[in-house]
């Protein structure tokens, strides 16, 4: 963990920077040092029906929802929350300057028993780091 989920407006689509998006979310939740590398997990869905605010079609938006594993205490919840949002916003900030645009986070964690995974990820991930290290 973690999942993190992007939904953005249709009408960003080619001004998001999306692969720059994901790239920034994937290094800064790394970089919270709380999350391990074989649980992440970066997904973005485009929103094709959408009504904000007064429903001008130039307004935007971007959410992201941060899927967790159970049981991390709030303050490091929060710590790696505001890293994320502060990435996020960072990225976004030029769309915002020039455009109606809400962007909004939020961290959900996943229910302690009704979580069910198979994950050989990290088992992957581990040994192309040794090789690449080897290689060095």
Do not use: C, W
Not at 77 to 89: D, K, V
């Amino acid at each position: 963990m973690p999942h993190l989920i992007i939904e953005y407006s249709a009408n960003l689509e080619g001004r998001l920077g999306l692969d720059a998006l994901m790239d920034t979310l994937h290094h800064t939740a790394l970089e919270t040092g709380v999350f391990p590398i074989g649980g992440l997990r970066i997904r973005a869905h485009r929103t094709d029906h959408y009504r904000i605010a007064d429903g001008d079609p130039a307004n935007g938006f971007v959410h992201v929802t941060a899927m967790i594993g159970h049981g991390r205490p709030l303050d490091v919840q929060q710590r790696a929350g505001e890293q994320l949002f502060s990435a996020l916003t960072a990225h976004l900030e030029p769309l915002f300057a020039q455009s109606p645009l809400a962007i909004s986070f939020n961290i959900q964690e996943f229910h302690p028993v009704l979580n069910y995974k198979k994950n050989n990820l990290h088992r992957y991930v581990e040994a192309r780091r040794k090789r690449s290290a080897g290689d060095s």
